[in-house]
Structures are given as structure tokens and as C-alpha cells.
């Protein structure tokens, strides 16, 4: 693993850590892997966690996890506070989710990922798991968008920054009965909708890829995969708003315990994610709307398919794909 001598992070030192987390996510994908399909979401996801935390302390840093498997009582492994890493190189900020899709994945289905998300030490929000209301653009319409107006609002505005007719808007939406009547909203104005089961960390990153037909995403869904998506959309440039959305008082004691006193406050993309030395890396486990997921291949490799971005600006993402001997 590469070594970081210093407490501040470089734009050296970001690509160094993004390529470490590359291998971190990589990993982890493939001993998740071997469960698809079996039934057992637990060991799927153990088997995700042991190989991302093994892998993480291997790196020079000094990382504390933001977003995490769950508190230090609920999970033995990458639990929110645990401290990785070797101790040597920089302050660094991590979420982490080394099975996005753990019931996708325990059926045979896809979009399911392995990803980290990651940032300067104290840059990164904790975000209490609960729901959040989350809205997402790409870079043309960066500054578009207001989680507080309505859907109706925010396509037209997101149509006149991006040039458009708002009826050759498309929408990204989570298939849950909470979002019909989003989706009622967007089909009566005459524009599309795309709509998914599961995965809404790459589902919000589609709005930021050239030729991917996707505007927005909007949607009520995990506050951490907010987080993890926001860092993503920091990195390309495009724009992210989350509002919490607690469901009873123990949710809004925790959020008050957790350093946010108003959880009803909308969040900008720079309050989540509040440094530009960020990343974001991703392995597919099963397929997903953008990458390919493990494979095995005949002459005894594991394929797999990864994309990371780095902050700084540069709104460059690159997708590798890898082959690991076993």
C-alpha cells in the first residue's frame, strides 16, 4: 500500500488513496460475491466487511469511519468511530458500505456495490441512518435546484439551465409507493421517467455521466447513501441537496446527538460534503446501471468493473476494469 507522510492532503495524495481504495472495494466485491443468490444477506455482507476492513488497515492514514456498518454495539466490524488504517499519513474522513444492495444481492438480483466515499478529516457529515429526502443534477445544472419547491419547480428550472424542453426531461425515481406521486407529477408534465429497485448511491451518479439519459434523481431513501452519493456528484461536479427525514423522536434525539440540532435543515452539497479533497470508488458485485459485476473467467481470473472520482474539480471519472488472480 502507498504511504502518506503528510497531515495535509495533497492532490498526489488523493490519487494514491483513490487507487488503495480501488483495491479496498475490489476485494471486497469479490468475497461478497460468492453469495450471490445463496439467501443469506448477513454472511454476504460479513464476508464484504471483513475483506474492506482487512484491506483498510493496510493504508498509511488515520481514518475515522463517518458511515459505517452501524454503532460500535451493532456492529464488530467498520463501525461508525472505528479508527483504520496504520496510524501514519493523513486525517482522513470515510463512509463506507461494503454491500449496497445486500438483499439484491442474497436474490440473485442486481445493483448491488461495493464503495467508499471519502474526504479530509472533519469534512464529511454524519449522517444518522434514517431516511433523507435527497434531490440530484449533474453539472449543467448545478445551482438548479431546491428540495424545498416542488418537482414541478425544480423540472422546469433544471430545463432552462440545461436548455431544454421540460418534456424531454428524464427523472430517476426509486419504485416505492412513496414516490407515486412523483411520479404522477413528472408523467403529467409530459416528461420521463426512469425508474429503479434498488441502488440509489450510482442511481444519483447517472445524472452526472455524459450519455446516461438522466436529468434528476429525487426520492426519500438512506441518509448515508446520500452522504456516499453526494461525495460522488462533489467530485463530477454536479449538485446534491439532502433534507432528514426522522420518523419519530428517537430519530430526531439522534440526529440532535449526532451534532444536528435542526434535523429538518436542508443540507447543500457543501454542508455534506465540505472539502474539495474528496473521492469516491465503486466495484460492482452484480450488475448495475452502470458497471458490470464480478466474473468469474474461464482461464481462472475474477473480472471486475470499478469507478472512482476525485475531487479537486477535475469532473473526471474513470471506469477500470481489472482482472485478479485468485
Known amino acids: 500500500m502507498s504511504e502518506l507522510k503528510t497531515n495535509v492532503i495533497s492532490k498526489q495524495d488523493v490519487k494514491m488513496l483513490a487507487m488503495d481504495f480501488l483495491d479496498v472495494v475490489q476485494q471486497?466485491?469479490?468475497?461478497?460475491?460468492?453469495?450471490?443468490?445463496?439467501?443469506?444477506?448477513?454472511?454476504?455482507?460479513?464476508?464484504?466487511?471483513?475483506?474492506?476492513?482487512?484491506?483498510?488497515?493496510?493504508?498509511?492514514?488515520?481514518?475515522?469511519?463517518?458511515?459505517g456498518e452501524g454503532e460500535m454495539d451493532e456492529a464488530p466490524m467498520l463501525y461508525i468511530g472505528e479508527r483504520?488504517?496504520?496510524?501514519?499519513?493523513?486525517?482522513?474522513d470515510i463512509a463506507v458500505d461494503p454491500v449496497d444492495?445486500?438483499?439484491?444481492?442474497?436474490?440473485?438480483?442486481?445493483?448491488?456495490?461495493?464503495?467508499?466515499?471519502?474526504?479530509?478529516?472533519?469534512?464529511?457529515?454524519?449522517?444518522?441512518?434514517?431516511?433523507?429526502?435527497?434531490?440530484?443534477?449533474?453539472?449543467?445544472?448545478?445551482?438548479?435546484?431546491?428540495?424545498?419547491?416542488?418537482?414541478?419547480e425544480n423540472m422546469y428550472s433544471v430545463a432552462r439551465a440545461l436548455g431544454k424542453d421540460v418534456r424531454e426531461l428524464t427523472v430517476m425515481i426509486q419504485d416505492r409507493p412513496r414516490h407515486d406521486h412523483f411520479i404522477k407529477e413528472v408523467l403529467d408534465i409530459g416528461a420521463s421517467v426512469k425508474l429503479f429497485t434498488d441502488g440509489d448511491i450510482t442511481s444519483a451518479i447517472t445524472t452526472a455521466i455524459e450519455g446516461i439519459d438522466v436529468d434528476i434523481l429525487i426520492g426519500t431513501g438512506?441518509?448515508?447513501?446520500?452522504?456516499?452519493?453526494?461525495?460522488?456528484?462533489k467530485c463530477l461536479g454536479g449538485d446534491f441537496q439532502g433534507k432528514?427525514?426522522?420518523?419519530?423522536?428517537?430519530?430526531?434525539?439522534?440526529?440532535?446527538k449526532m451534532g444536528l440540532p435542526d434535523p429538518e435543515k436542508v443540507l447543500t452539497l457543501d454542508e455534506i460534503?465540505?472539502?474539495?479533497?474528496?473521492?469516491?470508488?465503486?466495484?460492482?458485485?452484480?450488475?448495475?446501471h452502470i458497471l458490470k459485476g464480478v466474473q468469474k473467467q474461464e482461464n481462472g481470473l475474477i473480472k471486475t468493473q470499478s469507478f472512482l472520482a476525485t475531487g479537486e474539480g477535475n469532473r473526471k471519472l474513470q471506469f477500470i476494469e481489472s482482472y485478479h488472480k485468485q
Open 28 to 67: 471486497a466485491a469479490i468475497a461478497s460475491f460468492p453469495w450471490k443468490g445463496k439467501g443469506d444477506k448477513i454472511q454476504a455482507d460479513d464476508a464484504g466487511t471483513e475483506a474492506m476492513r482487512n484491506r483498510l488497515n493496510l493504508i498509511n492514514m488515520r481514518a475515522s469511519i463517518v458511515i
Open 84 to 92: 483504520l488504517g496504520t496510524g501514519s499519513g493523513p486525517e482522513i
Open 101 to 152: 444492495g445486500t438483499t439484491a444481492l442474497s436474490k440473485g438480483k442486481n445493483n448491488s456495490i461495493a464503495v467508499i466515499a471519502a474526504a479530509i478529516g472533519g469534512s464529511l457529515l454524519h449522517a444518522p441512518d434514517m431516511y433523507m429526502k435527497k434531490l440530484a443534477v449533474g453539472p449543467n445544472a448545478k445551482g438548479a435546484i431546491n428540495i424545498e419547491a416542488s418537482l414541478t
Open 222 to 233: 438512506g441518509a448515508p447513501e446520500g452522504v456516499i452519493a453526494a461525495t460522488a456528484l
Open 244 to 256: 432528514l427525514a426522522p420518523q419519530n423522536q428517537a430519530e430526531i434525539d439522534r440526529c440532535i
Open 273 to 288: 460534503v465540505k472539502s474539495d479533497q474528496c473521492l469516491f470508488v465503486a466495484t460492482a458485485i452484480s450488475d448495475e
